[in-house]
């Protein structure tokens, strides 16, 4: 059984930076791809940034050359930094994790959610 604990969070000025982190534990037979999303009071839960097995990644228009995001194999981490952030980056961000398990199924996995709150 897969577990993502996000963490990283917190209240940040504009202009300012954060770096979360998601740690995962348990093993799953295969990953397509790992990913940050987020959610803002009464919106829908917006894709932000994605890393694929191959190590490539895509980012939301809204972040793109502001956020980054990547991972470190040996830790089972996989972390975003966000710089530059603005008062509209105001969310929980969730991990997500999608992968594939031994008899070929498709599993998705999300962390418990951390709170980014940006001040004007």
């Known amino acids: 059984q897969v577990q993502l604990v996000e963490s990283g969070g917190g209240l940040v000025q504009a202009g300012g930076s954060l770096r979360l982190s998601c740690a995962q534990s348990?093993?799953?037979?295969?990953?397509?791809?790992m990913a940050w999303y987020r959610q803002a009071p009464g919106k829908q839960r917006d894709l932000v940034a994605l890393?694929?097995?191959?190590?490539?990644?895509n980012y939301a228009d809204s972040v793109e050359g502001r956020f980054t995001i990547s991972r470190d194999n040996a830790k089972n981490t996989v972390y975003l930094q966000m710089n530059s952030l603005k008062p509209e980056d105001t969310a929980v961000y969730y991990c997500?994790?999608?992968?594939?398990?031994?008899?070929?199924?498709?599993?998705?996995?999300w962390g418990q959610g951390t709170q980014v709150t940006v001040s004007s």
């Open positions: 348990g093993s799953i037979f295969s990953i397509n791809h």
């Open positions: 997500n994790l999608d992968g594939v398990g031994a008899l070929g199924g498709r599993f998705l996995y």
């Open positions: 890393i694929t097995r191959a190590g490539s990644t």
